[in-house]
């Protein structure tokens, strides 16, 4: 089968590259290798896609209409996994614009793209961040996600809103997946894991927001993976008896699943396994919250396990000591002593 999955050099855009070209198929992937961090991360998980035969890489910026519409028309792609976007909360809030270009202008050349040459699937990235205010937890995709408190989960949520659209109006099958705080190997170096181990590698202080009073969905980039391969060949179909009581499904071939380890971590259990891991205790600088951000996330997967069998496999502490294992041979960090 013939992918286009959009964001190949990002964190989850190569694991999910990688997974499909090991079985066998062909995937061109896009990314405009933007500078919002280290352009040399993204280019040594390029470089680990580069030695599969089935795999071409594009550089190529989503928002550009017309590069987009041409490479739909010759390529005929019969999948879409769109991953691409302008990440981060906080910086949503620095560059505005960032967002609207990457994130709402890129999946509208994607929605087009699919609506043109007769896309089988389109699966895109959604975020946990669309429940912003809301306080029920575990978070639920039958729960209302009209509160966003960033551009970033605005953003993400008019994503699916789009989907929607597309999917009523054409037929085109649509899958969102809300993405819960994705962590691992070659992760990205805004996150929580890599910031507080170059901060525990290099005697520097960490920033403990909301004073530690945080809880995550941690999720690994592998059980994340799993998710994506399992739930694309699961084609949406029209359900005209659908009841509408659910955002999450409609009579259109239309689907919303959170993905994430169903379960939260304190944060202060997550910088301890950090802590083990590297073998060195932080210095931590208590510091209120900050905009934009919650205080707790809490995936209910249970519409997931139901399609897919969906069943994370990684628990925190052994997803960090392997996070950090590969930190120390990234940076060749021999002072750090993963367990």
Known sequence: MKYLITGAAGFIGMYTSERLLKQGHEVIGIDNLNAYYDVKLKEYRLERLSHFKNFRFIKMDISHRQAMAELFATEKFERVIHLAAQAGVRYSIDAPFDYID????????????????????????????????NPKIPFSTDDSVDHPVSLYAATKKSNELMAHSYSHLYGIPTTGL????????????????WLFTEAIVQGKPIKVFNNGEMERDFTY????????????????????????????????????YNIGNNQSVKLAD?????????????????????????????????QLTDAVNYQPQMNIRSGISNFVQWYNNYHNTPLLKAN
Do not use: W
């Open 102 to 133: 990457s994130n709402l202008v890129g999946m509208m050349t994607i929605l087009e793209g699919c609506r043109h040459n007769k896309v089988q699937h389109l699966i895109y990235a959604s975020s946990s961040s669309v429940y912003g205010m």
């Open 270 to 302: 997550f910088i301890k396994a950090i802590e083990d891991a590297c073998g060195k205790e932080a210095e931590k600088i208590m510091l209120p919250m900050q905009p934009g951000d919650v205080k707790r996330t809490f995936a209910d997967i249970e």
């Open 178 to 193: 809300r993405f819960f705080t994705v962590y691992g190997p070659a992760g990205r170096p805004d996150m929580a894991p």
């Open 221 to 256: 980039i592998d059980d994340i993976v799993e998710g994506i391969i399992r739930i694309q060949d699961v084609v949406p179909s029209v359900d005209e008896d659908n009841d509408l009581l659910s955002p999450s499904s409609s009579t259109a071939p239309y689907r919303i």
